[in-house]
């Protein structure tokens, strides 16, 4: 399926990042296409997280980074991003609901004071989007690795975003969940027009859902285009620095 070219929902210039003193970006220049799905590849260590991170103005940049999309960045933290870091080994022994852990997130009082109403349908009707209706009273800590990963993704639901930065969010989980957590981002991107930004390593799964794809290889992008195109044992190679084959799917 080829889509029409979108205009650029995020446009990158020339982003150089330092952390520690050390160049992990070198001039990254990328646009994001309005509504599309763009991944971004790359080894461990290319600075993927790195590019997140700047754009969610975690990390100062050097460069330009310009959102179109009709509402005032120039703050600090731009309000209309939802972020799904990559996973942390996030103590998930927390002794809380997952209502509770969601009312910590998005309402921000202790939980002495209760749940609100309000806040308490705002939590059903976000964990209804990601297929967890009834998970709300379930220990956190008795979630699969996929049900939490569509916990945090219902908070980065949350308000409304343009733009999901969804980072390696399917990594260790057993295959049929992830392919699963990849058709529900593949829905949301369908029913909302959200844009998505997605750092995988699953190239079959980039393959089959992203429309566009990023390679960073020493902190700069060294190809894209559409997977058909950029998913070659070639580029695979220069990206991964290894012999690398892959197969289609049609
Ligand atoms: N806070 C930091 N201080 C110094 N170096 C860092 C920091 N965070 C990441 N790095 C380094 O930056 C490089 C890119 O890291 P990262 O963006 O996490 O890569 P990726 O997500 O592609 O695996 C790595 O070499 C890493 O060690
Ligand atoms: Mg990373």
């Known amino acids: 399926m080829t889509r029409a070219a979108a205009p650029p929902l995020l446009s990158i210039r020339d982003l150089r990042v330092e952390l520690g003193g050390s160049p992990i970006l070198n001039g990254v220049s990328a646009d994001l296409a309005r509504g599309r799905v763009t991944a971004l590849i790359g080894l461990n260590g290319s600075g993927k997280t790195?590019?997140?991170r700047a754009l969610v103005r975690e990390y100062p940049y050097r460069g330009t980074v310009r959102f179109f999309c009709g509402h005032d960045h120039s703050r600090p933290t731009p309000e209309h991003i939802g972020y799904v870091p990559q996973r942390l080994t996030l103590d998930?022994?927390?002794?809380l609901t997952v209502k509770d852990l969601m009312a910590l997130a998005l309402a921000r009082r202790p939980l002495f004071l209760g749940v609100s109403?309000?806040?308490a349908a705002r939590i059903a009707g976000l964990l209804e989007r990601v297929g967890m209706s009834g998970h709300l009273d379930r220990p956190v800590e008795g979630l699969s690795g996929g049900q939490l990963q569509r916990v945090l993704l219902a908070l980065a639901l949350d308000p409304?975003?343009?733009l999901l930065l969804l980072d390696e969010?399917?990594?260790g989980i057993d295959f049929k969940d992830q392919q699963k957590f990849y058709d529900l981002i593949a829905d949301l991107n369908r029913r909302s027009g959200v844009t998505v930004l997605l750092v995988s390593h699953e190239?079959?799964?980039?393959s089959r859902h992203a429309d566009h794809v990023l390679c960073l290889r020493d902190g700069k992008?060294?190809?894209e285009g559409p997977p058909r195109e950029v998913l070659t044992p070639d580029n695979l190679a220069q990206t991964f620095g290894t012999e690398m084959h892959f197969h289609h799917h049609h």
């Open 50 to 52: 790195t590019l997140l």
């Open 92 to 95: 998930a022994r927390l002794p």
């Open 117 to 119: 109403k309000a806040t």
């Open 160 to 162: 409304q975003p343009e």
């Open 169 to 171: 969010p399917a990594a």
């Open 203 to 206: 190239l079959t799964m980039v």
């Open 221 to 223: 992008i060294q190809c």
